[in-house]
């Protein structure tokens, strides 16, 4: 049982927008610590797609957006597109374990 | 450009220890904490534990006694070992650096570079696939 709960899948036809929600307390998510979201393509390492709630790193296209309120977090993607199929996971701190902790992962696909 | 390149045994025996080495490439190695990360077969992240240039650990607490990790800052590397491994054990496991926010704001308090809790992970290795059998 992940800290972080996330949807197990989520799907959308291309060029559609689909939401994956983060849900935590108010040891991690609620403590404002930030939210960092990550795209793990099949047979690859994640890579960084959101940090602190809303920023996208050089390189992430716009289509990629994230949001924070109160124990929850979303990461929007727009227009989507087929190579956006993959695993999204969220991550956190949380001060009740002193530790990183992620949710457990949802799977998009690009129906 | 940072790399991080990490290499072990693969195959290790029940009860006996995993050893991972992760060696930093391209970036100044007291800037950043290192992770290692953990993902067994069709299953989520997990944090192992992480460590910053000065040896200062954190641990997951569902690890904690099992897991030490090292920091050898004249060759830029980092380790993991993981004693009385079991099944459960078997994973790809990941090294990754942390990063801080150059600007993070919690409440109204804003800092030019983000406490520790904020780090986010920005650079992954490869992984390496750990299989715990006899």
């Known amino acids: 049982q992940s800290v972080l709960t996330q949807p197990p899948s989520v799907s959308g036809a291309p060029g559609q927008r689909v939401t994956i929600s983060c849900t935590g307390s108010?040891?991690?998510?609620?403590?404002?610590?930030?939210v960092h979201w990550y795209q793990q393509l099949p047979g690859t390492a994640p890579k960084l797609l959101i940090y602190?709630?809303?920023n996208r790193p050089s390189g992430v296209p716009d289509r990629f957006s994230g949001s924070r309120s109160g124990t929850s977090a979303s990461l929007a993607i727009t227009g989507l597109q087929a190579e956006d199929e993959a695993t999204y996971y969220c991550?956190?701190?949380?001060?009740?374990?002193?530790?990183?902790?992620f949710g457990g992962g949802t799977k998009l696909t690009v129906l | 450009q940072v790399q991080l390149q990490q290499w072990g045994a693969g195959l290790v025996k029940p009860s006996e220890t995993l050893s991972l080495t992760c060696a930093v490439y391209?970036?100044?190695?007291?800037?950043?904490?290192w992770s290692w990360i953990r993902q067994p077969p069709e299953k989520g992240l997990e944090w192992v534990g992480e460590?910053?240039?000065?040896?200062?650990?954190t641990y997951n607490p569902s690890l904690k006694s099992r897991v030490t990790i090292s920091v050898d800052t004249s060759k830029n590397q980092f380790s993991l070992n993981l004693n009385s491994v079991t099944a459960a054990d078997s994973a790809i496991y990941y090294c990754?650096?942390?990063?801080?926010?150059?600007?993070?704001?919690?409440?109204?308090?804003?800092?030019?570079?983000?406490?520790?809790?904020?780090?986010?992970?920005?650079?992954w290795g490869k992984g390496t696939t750990i299989t715990v059998s006899s």
């Open positions: 991550q956190s701190y949380d001060s009740s374990l002193s530790g990183r902790v």
């Open positions: 108010s040891s991690n998510i609620g403590a404002d610590y930030g």
């Open positions: 602190v709630n809303i």
């Open positions: 391209g970036v100044p190695f007291s800037e950043y904490f």
């Open positions: 460590i910053n240039h000065r040896g200062t650990t």
């Open positions: 990754v650096r942390g990063a801080p926010p150059s600007r993070y704001c919690r409440g109204s308090t804003c800092y030019t570079r983000g406490p520790s809790y904020s780090f986010y992970m920005d650079v």
